[in-house]
């Protein structure tokens, strides 16, 4: 059974940083791209990041640029999300998701194999 279990979240005021991880349990993350996703209340679901499998190519949404980078441990199994300067906006419920696909078409929520169940992240004074 292929699990996602992100972790890392937590409440954080604006200019802060937090650093989320998204490990692997019962499958190996070097043939998946992994996206990370947020949804906040009454908000659609967005892409935020994404990296390919080789970790040779990252994507990120124009609201995160510059504040959020990407990674990946395929030793470890994990993907983590560095994210500085946070903003109030950025408050929302984080997720991981794996794919075998290219990061365009996994940050559309599509070929997914797998999703975590989320960490919450709050940015407030």
């Known amino acids: 059974q292929l699990r996602l279990v992100e972790s890392g979240g937590g409440l954080v005021q604006p200019g802060g940083s937090l650093r989320l991880s998204c490990a692997a349990s019962?499958?190996?993350?070097?043939?998946?791209?992994i996206g990370w996703f947020r949804q906040a209340p009454g908000k659609e679901r967005e892409g935020v990041s994404c990296?390919?499998?080789?970790?040779?190519?990252?994507h990120y949404a124009d609201s995160v640029k510059g504040r959020f980078t990407i990674s990946r441990d395929n030793a470890k199994n994990t993907v983590a999300l560095q994210m500085n300067s946070l903003k109030p906006e950025d408050t929302a419920v984080y997720y991981c998701?794996?794919?075998?696909?290219?990061?365009?078409?996994?940050?559309?929520?599509?070929?997914?194999?797998?999703w975590g169940q989320g960490t919450q992240v709050t940015v407030s004074s």
């Open positions: 998701a794996a794919a075998k696909a290219p990061c365009n078409e996994v940050l559309a929520g599509r070929f997914t194999s797998a």
């Open positions: 019962g499958f190996t993350l070097d043939y998946y791209a």
């Open positions: 990296i390919s499998s080789s970790g040779g190519v990252m």
